[in-house]
C-alpha cells in the first residue's frame, strides 16, 4: 500500500527513502519535506498518515472511501484535492481516483483503481532540483501534470476509432456492432467529460488562489496544465458532437436504405399487379365473351401484358424506382 515514502530539503535535493514511522523525526529538522506515495490504503494506514501530518478528519474520510466527485477543498492551511484518473485497460476505458493532500511541508498522493504509478512524476520532478526547491506544490504540479498528459492518449485512441467508424458508417452494409460502438464510445466519452471539466475549476484555483501553498514562480507552470486539460476538454466536446452526427447520419442512411428498398418492392409489386388484373378478367365466368372465340385472343392477351409490364418497368426507371 506504501508505493514511496520520500525525505526532500528544501534546495530540492533527495534525502532518501524513509518509513511512516520516521516522518515525524524528518519534519523535526527544518527545510525539509515528505513526499508519500499511496495506493489504495486500508484506514489504519490513513490513520497513521493523519497523525503524522495532522491532516483534518473529513479529508481522511473521503481519502478512504474513494468514489468522490473531482473538487479541492481548504483544511486551514493544507489542501485536499480529489482528480478522476482514466487508464485504457484491455481496450476498455477504465476509471480511478487520486487523493491528494498538500501541505506546507508534505506531499501525499492516494491511488484508487485504476491510475498508473506516480513514479516517472517523481523522478521528473526529482531532475528539476531549482523547480523542486520550491517544496510540495512542485510535486503537485507534476503530479497534476502527469495525470491530464495520460489522458492525450487516450483522447487520441478515441479520435483514431472515430475516423474508422465514420468509414463503417458509410459502408454499403449496415452493421449492428458499428451504431453499439458509437454508443459505447459516446458513452465513455460523456463519463471522461465529468471527469475532466471539473478538473479546469481545480487547476484555476491553483493558479489564482492559495499564496501560502503555491509560490508564485510556480503558477505560470499550473497554467499550462490547465491549458492541456482546457484542449482535452474541447476535444472531447468536439468528439461527442461527431458522435452524436455519426450515429444520425446512420440513422439517416438506414432509414434511407430501407425506403429504397420500399420503393423497389412497390415497383415490382405494380408490375405484377397488372398482369393479375388483366388476366383475372379472362376468370370470370360469363357466357358472352368475345375474345374468346377468336384464335388470336391468347397471343394478343400475351402481348398485351407484356407491353403493360415492360411500360410499367421504363417508367418506374426513368423514376429512379428500380
Same mark, same amino acid.
Given at each position: 500500500?506504501?508505493?514511496?515514502?520520500?525525505?526532500?530539503?528544501?534546495?530540492?535535493?533527495?534525502?532518501?527513502?524513509? &518509513?511512516?514511522?520516521?516522518?515525524? @523525526?524528518?519534519?523535526?529538522?527544518?527545510?525539509?519535506?515528505?513526499?508519500? /506515495?499511496?495506493?489504495?490504503?486500508?484506514?489504519?494506514?490513513?490513520? #497513521?498518515?493523519?497523525? @503524522?501530518?495532522?491532516?483534518?478528519?473529513?479529508?481522511?474520510?473521503?481519502?478512504?472511501?474513494?468514489?468522490?466527485?473531482?473538487?479541492?477543498?481548504?483544511?486551514?492551511?493544507?489542501?485536499?484535492?480529489?482528480?478522476?484518473?482514466?487508464?485504457?485497460?484491455? /481496450?476498455?476505458?477504465?476509471?480511478?481516483?487520486?487523493?491528494?493532500?498538500? /501541505?506546507?511541508?508534505?506531499?501525499? &498522493?492516494?491511488?484508487? *483503481?485504476?491510475?498508473?504509478?506516480?513514479?516517472?512524476?517523481?523522478?521528473?520532478?526529482?531532475?528539476?532540483?531549482?523547480?523542486?526547491?520550491? *517544496?510540495?506544490?512542485?510535486?503537485?504540479?507534476?503530479?497534476?501534470?502527469?495525470?491530464?498528459?495520460?489522458?492525450?492518449? %487516450?483522447?487520441?485512441?478515441?479520435?483514431?476509432?472515430?475516423?474508422?467508424?465514420?468509414?463503417?458508417?458509410?459502408?454499403?452494409?449496415? #452493421?449492428?456492432? &458499428?451504431?453499439?460502438?458509437?454508443?459505447?464510445?459516446?458513452?465513455?466519452?460523456? &463519463?471522461?467529460?465529468?471527469?475532466?471539466?471539473?478538473?479546469?475549476?481545480?487547476?484555476?484555483?491553483? !493558479?489564482?488562489?492559495?499564496?501560502?501553498? %503555491?509560490?508564485?514562480?510556480?503558477?505560470?507552470?499550473?497554467?499550462?496544465?490547465?491549458?492541456?486539460?482546457?484542449?482535452?476538454?474541447?476535444?472531447? *466536446?468536439?468528439?461527442?458532437?461527431?458522435?452524436?452526427?455519426?450515429?444520425?447520419?446512420?440513422?439517416?442512411?438506414?432509414?434511407?436504405?430501407?425506403?429504397?428498398?420500399? #420503393?423497389?418492392?412497390?415497383?415490382?409489386?405494380?408490375?405484377?399487379?397488372?398482369?393479375?388484373?388483366?388476366?383475372?378478367?379472362? /376468370?370470370?365466368?360469363?357466357?358472352?365473351?368475345?375474345?374468346?372465340? #377468336?384464335?388470336?385472343?391468347?397471343?394478343?392477351? %400475351?402481348?398485351?401484358?407484356?407491353?403493360? !409490364?415492360?411500360?410499367?418497368?421504363?417508367?418506374?426507371?426513368?423514376?429512379?424506382?428500380?
Amino acid at each position: 500500500m506504501v508505493v514511496n515514502c520520500v525525505a526532500y530539503r528544501h534546495d530540492g535535493t533527495r534525502i532518501g527513502d524513509i &518509513t511512516l514511522d520516521a516522518i515525524s @523525526e524528518v519534519l523535526k529538522e527544518p527545510d525539509t519535506f515528505v513526499w508519500v /506515495g499511496l495506493h489504495e490504503p486500508d484506514e489504519p494506514l490513513l490513520l #497513521k498518515l493523519q497523525e @503524522e501530518f495532522d491532516l483534518h478528519d473529513l479529508a481522511i474520510e473521503d481519502a478512504h472511501k474513494a468514489h468522490q466527485r473531482t473538487k479541492i477543498e481548504t483544511y486551514g492551511n493544507s489542501l485536499f484535492l480529489v482528480v478522476q484518473t482514466a487508464q485504457l485497460v484491455g /481496450g476498455e476505458l477504465a476509471f480511478g481516483e487520486t487523493h491528494i493532500f498538500l /501541505g506546507q511541508r508534505y506531499l501525499v &498522493t492516494v491511488r484508487h *483503481g485504476a491510475s498508473l504509478s506516480y513514479a516517472p512524476a517523481r523522478r521528473a520532478c526529482e531532475h528539476a532540483p531549482e523547480l523542486m526547491s520550491n *517544496g510540495p506544490s512542485y510535486g503537485l504540479y507534476g503530479v497534476l501534470d502527469f495525470i491530464v498528459d495520460n489522458l492525450l492518449p %487516450i483522447v487520441r485512441d478515441f479520435r483514431e476509432e472515430l475516423h474508422q467508424l465514420e468509414t463503417d458508417v458509410f459502408a454499403e452494409t449496415f #452493421k449492428r456492432s &458499428t451504431v453499439k460502438r458509437l454508443y459505447d464510445m459516446q458513452r465513455d466519452l460523456m &463519463t471522461l467529460r465529468l471527469a475532466v471539466a471539473p478538473l479546469q475549476d481545480i487547476i484555476s484555483q491553483l !493558479v489564482r488562489l492559495h499564496p501560502q501553498l %503555491i509560490p508564485d514562480e510556480l503558477r505560470a507552470y499550473f497554467r499550462d496544465v490547465y491549458d492541456h486539460v482546457f484542449r482535452v476538454n474541447e476535444s472531447i *466536446g468536439a468528439m461527442r458532437e461527431m458522435l452524436a452526427a455519426a450515429i444520425n447520419v446512420n440513422l439517416a442512411l438506414v432509414t434511407f436504405g430501407q425506403n429504397e428498398v420500399m #420503393k423497389r418492392l412497390a415497383g415490382y409489386a405494380a408490375m405484377l399487379a397488372a398482369p393479375t388484373l388483366i388476366t383475372s378478367w379472362y /376468370g370470370m365466368n360469363f357466357h358472352h365473351m368475345p375474345e374468346l372465340d #377468336k384464335p388470336w385472343a391468347y397471343p394478343a392477351m %400475351i402481348a398485351l401484358v407484356v407491353g403493360v !409490364v415492360a411500360g410499367i418497368y421504363v417508367w418506374l426507371k426513368r423514376s429512379r424506382w428500380l
